[in-house]
């Protein structure tokens, strides 16, 4: 009595698998392939990109000040890797003002004084001279050439709307609007103040450290990997689909 062996499943063809490939239902899963490749592409180059721009960020944070007029472009934009850079500005301050509320300092409540700096080249940007306590009037400031020194942030972001009935984050929009003058985006941080602008018995501003990382920061690994992360979802993608095509070509 002899018992049959279980037949060996043969290799398939090239053309085994063609076949099977151009099938409707392949088909339509090439395309659904092809369309999260292309998703798992753009999401890692996005990744990739902001690791770029947080090592640019570094890098510009680290080098030595500059003017801000090098820095703008014709549109009054910048880019992002000069966030946290250390500028130079050359100009006067104006007698346009805000006191953003709800700012603290060491635990005590107070606000944010704004001032706007017009740069020689008649261009204006918004600079925080620095935090006094609520109840505190703010120090007039004289309007002649000075030259500051501060380091360079983006806009606040806020929830949209947050402007509308006061000024509470520092927004050059919202600045704009207020004192009717075109503004460089993004603000400057003062940090050295000149006490020759200043009444000698007025409360001097408290200079504000920085909101943004100025130097010393870490590999952004975070962003690294997830750019990597998503790379490699496309290639396990392209790797599901060759190895179920071929095995759907050996039935």
């Given at each position: 009595r002899m018992s049959s062996a279980p037949e060996a499943k043969v290799r398939p063809s090239a053309q085994d698998i063609w076949r099977t490939a151009i099938t409707p239902r392949w088909l339509i899963?090439?395309?659904?392939?092809?369309?999260f490749i292309a998703v798992c592409i753009v999401l890692g180059r996005w990744q990739w990109?902001?690791?770029q721009d947080i090592l640019a960020a570094e890098r510009s944070a680290a080098s030595e000040s500059i003017s801000l007029a090098e820095l703008i472009n014709d549109d009054g934009t910048w880019g992002n890797a000069e966030i946290g850079r250390t500028v130079i500005?050359?100009?006067t301050f104006a007698g346009d003002e805000v006191l953003l509320p709800n700012r603290e300092y060491e635990g005590e409540a107070g606000t944010w004084t704004i001032t706007r700096f017009e740069l020689d080249n008649q261009r204006s940007i918004a600079v925080v001279r620095g935090w006094l306590p609520n109840e505190t009037t703010s120090p007039p400031i004289r309007q002649e050439p000075t030259r500051i020194e501060g380091v360079l942030h983006p806009n606040e972001a806020f929830y949209e709307g947050a402007n509308e009935d006061q000024i509470i984050t520092v927004d050059s929009a919202a600045l704009a609007d207020a004192w009717s003058?075109?503004?460089i985006d993004g603000y400057v941080m003062l940090q050295a103040q000149d006490p020759i602008l200043l009444a000698a018995?007025?409360?001097t501003p408290v200079i504000v450290p920085p909101t943004v990382?100025?130097?010393?920061v870490p590999f952004p690994l975070q962003n690294f990997f997830y750019a990597i992360?998503?790379?490699?979802?496309?290639?396990?993608a392209i790797f599901v689909y060759g190895r179920w095509l071929y095995l759907d070509a050996r039935k």
């Open positions: 899963a090439l395309i659904a392939l092809i369309a990109d902001r690791t500005l050359d100009g003058v075109d503004l018995d007025a409360a990382q100025v130097g010393n992360q998503w790379w490699i979802f496309a290639a396990f």
